[in-house]
């Protein structure tokens, strides 16, 4: 005790000896300099953000349209597990028919792709000749050269080797598109099925943050979100559908080789928003142009008219049936999308969408009308 009571003692007396004077007055955050240093501070922090935001955001893409695929074959998995299977089985079953259904599609697509392609190429000098026998391409070639510009171009490629050339070219720029499209593909299959398994974990982790007296309406407007994407992608997937169908179905009247390729790529360009059909329209108008140019024409003609048929008659009521999402709006955000992130925007718009109008139903106008 004594020996404690002298150590207190002595930091007492240095502390008397040892005087650092009074504490200056706080600085006055209303100085021009405070406030000048604080503010560039911000800046550069959220600049440094921004660009680092924008290094990852191909990483961020991923990372969302796996979280849609996730929640759009979450319906087939709850529909497989209410039969009693566990969700690991029910995910694995999903996964293992995905996989099958794209070694079909590549068994059945790539050779009808790479004959009709060869045959193309082997014909198209006697496609710019069939066009000069209609009069009005011939008139338009008389004044302007454009079918004779045409064939030049395309004795000279075959004439000279460049075509070899220009092959080889080609064939390193696809090696490389393909390469970076299988790790793309192989990353979002990975991200998918550790989201589409944790589906559930990843949910009650976020209700967590969510105050305990909201927790369970805010769970239902969770699941409900969570339905309206299902739903959306199960609505694309029956529109693909019936473009499939129909357009095979015409490929057949007009007497298109390998219809049934044809209608499997149109079911696949049917599920990308917007420019979709406009990739299945040319390859579907390419493989026709093999056979005649009438029935090329034919063939643009056939595809434009049931587009339209889609677009205006058959997505707006799809949507408004599966989401309660007016068919202007489905078009609306899809347009808005597409413009601000591309082909995932354009995914991503129509679900958003339906989410926001569902908060909107179900909690902002309630609000009002209270109010």
Known sequence: MAISERMKRKVKDSATAQNFGDAGAPMDRAHPFYFGF?????ALTAFVLMRALASASQVFILIL??????IGLNPAV???????????TAVTIIFVSVIVAVIIFGALIVPPLISQGTNLIEIAPSLLNQLKDNPTIASINDSYGIIDTLEKKLNSITSDGTLLISAFGGVVGVGKTVL?????????LVLTLYFITSLNQMTELGLKLVPVSRRPRVALLTNAIIARVGAFVGSQILISSIAAILLTIFGVILGLPSPVAIGIIIFVCGLVPLIGHFLGCAIFTVIALTQSVSIGLAAFLGYIIYLQIENYILT????????????????IAALIGTSLLGLVG???AVPIAASIILILDEVIIPRAEKS
């Open 38 to 42: 604080v503010a560039t501070i911000g």
């Open 65 to 70: 349209v796996a979280l849609f695929l996730a």
């Open 78 to 88: 709850e529909a497989i597990r209410k039969r009693g299977l566990s969700r690991i």
């Open 180 to 188: 970076s499209g299988t790790f793309t593909a192989l990353t979002i």
């Open 316 to 331: 707006p009521k799809i949507m408004k049936r599966t989401l309660n999402l007016p068919g202007a709006v489905t078009i």
């Open 346 to 348: 354009g995914l991503l």
